[in-house]
């Protein structure tokens, strides 16, 4: 099946642009990332759902003012953290922070107070050994506020009266209120798996729809497809040397250069290591290549200064074995993994 099959050339460009949109932000509300956004995605979420079905194995969930992409992961990545209000990613602590106010959301009505989630955050924040909140700790009323407004953001909380910020400040004389968006707090979270029969981090890894029904060589080389594609897209290059054979020869397909270019809008480029979506323009991601300030261009002077050695024929260069792919999974599951809590009676069961 031909990607964007029944969109005209015409339109085209516009159906690119909503499919950037998706895979860049997989929520995407009334305002987020603005208010343009989900008008044009709804426009063309049939053809996108059956398209990121089909090439991805995605799965498009639209409801009444959201739409939710849900994503197959092959591969732990870290390059996509939550932001602060100072543009700062996430530490463990903020994530626990937001897990456990969307948990105390879910079970609220349609307000709540900024002190009064505070609280709650804190009462359960206190039974996980390690984390705690102590709302009389400017740090850690500055953690929970960043997890706050990483939901307000997206239109899961939306103020009414108060400020937060007044509130961090000044917890004794300052109040912020919320308003309570249900739909969007019930698609911010949503678990390809059931998390308390996980004995691993990679247990979250795959596609669950791939253990289906379907059987066969035909039913195997598409579930390889869909993998190399997604590889492809995700990742900034993905390396021969780094898959199998059977990745390998489908990213060697024309047929992955096509399906993505004409998804995307963007080209595929081709290497003797390996194949790089090129993302011209920005047009899919937030971080730009090459940065901009001072580590950025030392660290480019420095690429350069190394190719050149590199290159030289006077230099003889011993090369030290680089990490595969599965041996960076593994060190990086291991070290997560070493943080789950024990679950002796979750297992017997």
């Known amino acids: 099946m031909r990607v964007a099959e029944k969109v005209s050339a015409l339109d085209l460009d516009e159906y690119q642009q909503a499919a950037r949109q998706v895979l860049r932000h997989p929520l995407i509300t009334a305002s987020y990332p603005d208010r343009a956004t989900l008008p044009l995605v709804r426009k063309w979420a049939s053809q996108l759902r059956v398209d990121l079905a089909e090439t991805l194995g995605y799965t498009l969930v639209t409801g009444g003012d959201t739409v939710r992409l849900r994503r197959v992961q092959d591969t732990l990545d870290a390059t996509r ?34 002190s009064e989630l505070a609280d709650a955050v804190a009462a359960e924040a206190g039974r996980v050994d390690g984390l705690g909140m102590d709302t009389e700790r400017k740090a850690d009323r500055d953690a929970f506020v960043d997890a706050v407004a990483w939901l307000e953001t997206r239109g899961a909380l939306r103020m009414a009266d108060g400020s937060a910020v007044d509130w961090v400040n000044d917890p004794e004389h300052a109040e912020a209120l919320y308003d309570i968006d249900r739909e969007i707090t019930g698609a911010v979270y949503a678990p390809s798996r059931v998390l308390q029969h996980l004995n691993s981090v990679t247990d979250l890894l795959g596609d669950a729809a791939s253990a289906g029904p379907e059987q066969g060589i035909n039913a195997e080389r598409r579930r390889t497809g869909r993998r190399a594609r997604r590889l492809a897209l995700e990742q900034p290059v993905v390396y021969y040397a780094d898959v199998d054979e059977g990745l390998r020869g489908q990213l060697r397909a024309p047929a992955l250069a096509e399906d ?26 937030d971080v730009t290549f090459p940065g901009t300030g001072t580590v950025a261009q030392a660290a480019l002077l420095l690429c350069a200064r190394i190719a050149g050695y590199l290159a030289s024929s006077r230099h003889r260069v011993e090369l030290l074995p680089a990490a595969t792919a599965a041996e960076r999974l593994a060190d990086a599951s291991a070290r997560i993994d070493a943080a789950l809590p024990a679950r002796s009676g979750v297992t017997a069961l």
């Open 81 to 114: 953290p939550a932001y602060t209000r100072a543009r700062k990613p996430f530490d463990r602590r903020r994530y626990a922070y937001l897990v456990l106010a969307l948990s105390v959301l879910g079970r609220a009505g349609t307000q709540i107070a900024l």
């Open 260 to 285: 993505l270019e004409r998804l995307t809008g963007l080209p595929l480029e081709r290497r003797a290591e390996g194949v790089a979506l090129i993302n011209t323009g920005g047009r899919l991601t």
